[in-house]
């Protein structure tokens, strides 16, 4: 953790309106009014916490605090697609002879994969798990969708997948979101859990059943660097309309590149901080999220970088003392035209 110190330019400046004495930095003259800090924060530096959400100490507390943002950030993209959260999934089977339902949980690899080779995972996993290779999944690079297909024995049976909420199973990378659920009995109580099911009547050996929607292998369009950092900024930004102060949601970052390389975020306004209300900035932890209020990223060992940039106000006695010295440098030329 390292940090800079500059003077801002910013003159003139209206300090009757928060927004403009704020977005005004940066942008005029050079005063001594306004004290510019940048804060290089490493992870893999933590004081307290862990690599996925460190926690820093200022060894020298910044005072006066007016506007703080975050101006950069480098990080991996080393999550994992399907995780500890989201592996596992329900196959069902129903003997419509006797009403018997039978269910068999299906526990993914944790990893990241493509098409192919989740469509491999899935076969895999589901005839391991029944006890045979009646199921065949395949993936369209056409439609982007899974479909799973299913020989049986006698055409005597229903089946379906289960999913529970999509922030708890695959449903959302498989393609399964949404809560098109068939009328059965399994399916009772269970129509507001975001889920999808199949159980439509079998009436041949083959049944062939396609995902709804497009699958989603890179899980999340956008990642949340959340942050907690006292001041105004945890009483303005809320995660999820929480009314506890902590943790907020400072940036919105959007996921671009390849697995296992570096995504790179630069703020897109610079010149607009976050009010901090005159504060003091004495600890910082960090995390990231794939939502809003949701799981915090596991980054499976490597560390993510972060430049914040924080506004601090100089001492008002320096500020009076500005205008004292500006008041009598007029003065001397009046009286030196009298």
Known sequence: MSRNNKLVPVEPYDRTNTTTYISQVQTIGINDIFEYSTIFLDSA???????????FQLRTPISNVVGIKIISATIPFSWY???A???TFTVIMKNTTSGVYTTSTITLTEGSYTASEMATELQTKINTALGGTAMVVT?????????????????????????SKYTTSPARILGMMGTAIKNDTYATGKETDATYINLASIVSTTDVLTSPYVADLMDYQYIMLNGNLGGRLNQY?????ASTPDPVVIAKIPVAGNRFQLIQYTDDDPNYYYEFGNQTLSNLEFFFSTGYGEDIIDFNGL??????GVLTEKLQRTLESSRNESSSSSLTKRQRMI
């Open 303 to 308: 560390a993510f970088q972060i430049k914040l």
């Open 81 to 83: 697609t399907v995780h």
């Open 45 to 55: 530096e933590y004081e307290q916490g862990s690599r996925n959400r460190p926690n």
């Open 85 to 87: 959260i989201n592996k």
């Open 139 to 163: 993936t369209s690079s056409t439609t982007g969708k899974f479909t799973f297909t299913y020989t049986f024995t006698a055409p005597n049976h229903f089946w379906g997948l289960w999913f």
């Open 237 to 241: 930004l809320r995660t999820n309309g």
